[in-house]
């Protein structure tokens, strides 16, 4: 088989320039917008613990839900194929980063906690295996140098 590339290409604009760009630490905001060819714009910025404000996404938020959207839309792809049927989805992720002692730092883990409601109860053991399989396949674990785990609930309709 032939491998296939897929290249994504979106842009980072910083919206923060106070009126003085970045004449000090603190004499600018993080505010910064991600866009895409015909997508809403996502509001961006730097983690409260940096300098950046609560209402807005930022980079490490994005990473966690990335590895979640990636785990899910493979999930719900197999599950379909093997003839299991999801009628609810709800994950709600954490990860964990730690700070270097050089101001950098790095991810130590996410950890993906799927609630997942199935239709026939029948499947709940079929279906933990389908939420192995997604994990082995999802690009994005796949692309991070750190543990990501998945700790699934499923509970079906019919029990």
Known sequence: MV???????VGVTWTGNSGTGTS?????????EVSGLGKPVIAGTADPAFRGVAERWNPEELLVASLSQCHMLWFLGLCAQEGVVVTD????PSGTMVETA???????????????????????????????????????????????RCEPDVSAADA
Do not use: M
């Open 102 to 148: 050089d101001g950098g730092g790095h991810f130590t883990e996410v950890v993906l906690r799927p609630q997942v409601r199935i239709a026939e109860s029948e499947h709940i053991e079929r279906t933990r295996k389908i939420h192995e399989r997604a994990h082995e396949l999802c690009f994005i674990a796949n692309s991070v140098n750190f543990e990501v």
């Open 89 to 92: 989805y709800v994950d709600r």
């Open 24 to 32: 000090g630490y603190r004499e600018y905001e993080r505010a910064h």
């Open 3 to 9: 491998a296939k590339t897929h290249r994504y290409e």
